[in-house]
């Protein structure tokens, strides 16, 4: 059984920058992508970056040219490298792992962007 854990949320002013992890434990090579997505009180989770098996990623358009996502063994770990951020990227966010159609999902960090 998977299990992921995030960790590295907080409190950031405008313009800062935060580092995301997600540890995955009872990973295996079946795993065949990792994601992030968000959620902002009151609104819908939404996705934000994803990173492959085979290293090809996929950005929201409000993650692009701001946000990197990487993981240097799929079976482990994600990061989520975030800058620019403005308060509109407050929200909790999750890490999701898809394995052979099945979605496995962390309990989620919160992340607030406010002076």
């Known amino acids: 059984q998977l299990q992921l854990a995030e960790s590295g949320g907080g409190l950031v002013q405008p313009g800062g920058s935060l580092r995301l992890s997600c540890a995955v434990s009872?990973?295996?090579?079946?795993?065949?992508?990792l994601s992030w997505y968000r959620q902002a009180p009151g609104q819908q989770r939404e996705f934000v970056a994803l990173?492959?098996?085979?290293?090809?990623?996929i950005y929201a358009d409000s993650a692009k040219g701001r946000f990197t996502v990487s993981s240097m063994d799929i079976k482990s770990m994600v990061v989520l490298q975030m800058s620019s951020l403005n308060p509109e990227d407050t929200a909790v966010y999750y890490c999701?792992?898809?394995?052979?159609?099945?979605?496995?999902w962390g309990q989620g960090a919160q992340v607030t962007v406010s002076s």
């Open positions: 990173v492959d098996r085979n290293n090809g990623t």
């Open positions: 999701k792992a898809y394995r052979h159609g099945y979605d496995f």
């Open positions: 009872g990973g295996d090579s079946d795993i065949q992508a």
